[in-house]
């Protein structure tokens, strides 16, 4: 059984910034990737940024230069701080891991989802 749990989300002011945070926890073995998607109401879930365990990094171009992505591998846990927000940004922010569990078994999971306002 592996999970994630988010945190993070909440109000904030066009402009103003949030960290979000997402922990696995459970049978792991290793993780390959850990990442954040947003969904806008009306839209599809689209990725924001995604950090492999290697490092390597991948951004949103709505994000580049406002959204930092980091990860500490120990604590299985990925970071997403959000800077300069806009209006557009409001979405529920997802919580993406691909990894292998202790069955060596790879999947994707998924978090619950953070809700992300942004307002004028």
């Known amino acids: 059984q592996v999970q994630l749990v988010e945190s993070g989300g909440g109000l904030v002011q066009a402009g103003g910034s949030l960290r979000l945070s997402c922990a696995a926890s459970?049978?792991?073995?290793?993780?390959?990737?850990m990442g954040w998607y947003c969904q806008a109401p009306g839209k599809q879930r689209e990725l924001v940024a995604a950090i492999t365990n290697g490092g390597s990094i991948n951004y949103a171009d709505s994000v580049k230069g406002r959204f930092t992505i980091s990860r500490d591998n120990a604590k299985n846990t990925v970071y997403l701080q959000m800077n300069s927000l806009k209006l557009e940004d409001t979405a529920v922010y997802y919580c993406n891991a691909d990894l292998v569990d202790n069955r060596r078994y790879r999947n994707d999971y998924w978090g619950q989802g953070t809700q992300v306002t942004v307002s004028s």
């Open positions: 459970g049978s792991i073995f290793s993780i390959k990737q």
